[in-house]
């Protein structure tokens, strides 16, 4: 049953793998922009409040004598621009400011205010770049005009290193996180295919312990099961191998034994002779679930093809089968095991059917699929579920003929196709069973 998620909750990752990166990345970004604003607040802004303050000195000590406007001074931009020596600062009166670039100067509130507090009055502070760092005061002793300081050795672009380093720290940082929770979640990875492959009847080599000491135990415990699951499959399969060919030689003993009755004892001679036939296929059944159909590569395959291979197969019994076939791509397959599913599908519709059987064939975007149907009374749907496990069979209802194997081996095929089977009573009465197999071309 999925759980359904609300719409944020779906934006946060799902795997281990990003949340780890997202909890790396999320800190290394808190601790940048607090990294910047510490930088900002301890040192670049004590180095610029300390610049505000010589500079308010300077113009301090410029009005400390007042201003004295004579006919060689005919202004008090003139007479300021006069008091001033080695051009540490330059005095523009409003429109000569304009002109010089105050217009395209950056305000700055705070070193305004405090500015304003050195010069005991409103004054505004402002800078600007050309070819070396400006700053432009208005000062409250004569607020018609501007004064200009450049400051020597100082850039706005110096400030771009610090930007730089604390890009690169954390761009490095995060490369760093990601590289670390990628290489923690690789054995996880291999670990979670590893365990796919043994749920579908295949045992890979053990995997390298390699990782955390917790992912190393886990691998190491991994492997040992594997192993050993291996080992009581091979058992099994001896064992079961070996029981089915003791039996078989005693069956083909009293085949041979009822070839020698008479003809008064024929009726006794079908009955034995039947019994016999109904053995071998229940050791026939044995046989395929033991040896779970494990051919060595899978190639690509028409589903169509199979089943008109098996429609002509069973052409020669008394139902009849329905094809309905659409246009369907090649998908990869083991043609003989998915041959099997079709033929044990028809042999179970024809016996619980009153022999009607329809085969179709369909395709969506992602399996390539068929159905086989047919008109017997159905099943209880709550006894659906079990007719996959082995050794069960349908309920009175649809008889209880065989080894109850035939939707195991069905299932154990499909499932190592990566497929699915659903099972489901048809509207008019009967079972349809479905096979679904992924489109690997």
Same mark, same amino acid.
Do not use: A, E, K
């Given at each position: 049953m999925k759980l359904k998620l609300k719409w944020w909750q779906r934006l946060l990752p799902r795997s281990a793998? #990003? &949340? !780890?990166?997202?909890? *790396?990345? #999320?800190?290394?970004? *808190?601790? &940048?922009?607090? #990294?910047?604003?510490s930088v900002a607040v301890y040192f670049i802004k004590p180095s610029y409040e300390q610049i505000n303050q010589l500079i308010a000195r300077q113009i301090n000590i410029l009005f400390v004598d007042g201003v004295v406007i004579d006919r060689e001074n005919l202004t008090l931009v003139d007479a300021l621009n006069a008091k001033v020596r080695d051009d540490v600062m330059t005095i523009y009166n409003q429109q000569q400011a304009r002109q010089a670039g105050v217009e395209n100067a950056t305000y700055y509130g705070f070193l305004s205010d405090q500015m304003s507090v050195y010069l005991n009055g409103p004054a505004e502070v402002r800078f600007s770049q050309d070819e070396r760092l400006n700053v432009w005061i208005k000062p409250p002793q004569a607020p018609s005009v501007w004064i200009k300081v450049p400051l020597t050795g100082m850039n706005e672009s110096d400030l771009s290193p610090l930007t730089l380093y604390l890009l690169v720290i954390g761009a490095l940082s995060v490369a760093g996180g990601w590289l670390f929770a990628r290489k923690q979640n690789r054995p996880l990875k291999r670990l979670q295919k590893a365990a796919? !492959?043994? #749920? &579908?009847?295949?045992?890979p080599k053990p995997l390298p312990l390699n990782g955390s000491s917790e992912i190393v135990e886990v691998t190491h415990a991994f492997n040992q099961m594997s192993q050993s699951m291996q080992q009581l499959e091979q058992d099994r399969t001896l064992l079961m191998a070996g029981i089915s060919h003791d039996i078989r030689t005693p069956l083909t003993r009293i085949r041979l034994a009822t070839e020698m009755m008479g003809e008064e004892d024929a009726y006794l001679k079908e009955g034995i002779v039947a019994d016999i036939e109904d053995m071998d296929d229940i050791i026939q059944q044995f046989i395929a679930y033991i040896r779970n159909d494990q051919e060595h590569e899978k190639e690509p395959d028409q589903v169509n093809r199979l089943i008109q291979e098996i429609a002509q197969q069973e052409a020669y019994r008394s139902v009849k089968i329905e094809l309905d076939l659409k246009q369907t791509s090649d998908t990869l397959m083991h043609s003989v095991a998915i041959k099997r599913v079709l033929s044990n599908l028809v042999e179970n519709a024809y016996r619980y059917g009153e022999g009607w059987v329809k085969i179709s064939s369909f395709e969506s975007s992602n399996y390539v699929g068929f159905d086989v149907e047919d008109n017997g009374s159905g099943i209880d749907e709550s006894q659906i579920e079990q007719l996959f496990l082995p050794f069960t069979q349908g309920d009175s209802a649809r008889g209880s003929i065989g080894s109850g194997l035939g939707l195991a081996i069905i299932k154990r095929i499909v499932d190592r196709h990566q497929g699915k089977i659903l099972l489901s009573n048809r509207e008019k009465g009967g079972l349809k069973a479905s096979v679904l197999l992924p489109k690997n071309l």
């Open positions: 793998f #990003s &949340q !780890t990166v997202m909890l *790396i990345g #999320s800190l290394l970004l *808190i601790n &940048q922009l607090v #990294s910047y604003w796919m !492959t043994v #749920s &579908q009847g295949d045992f």
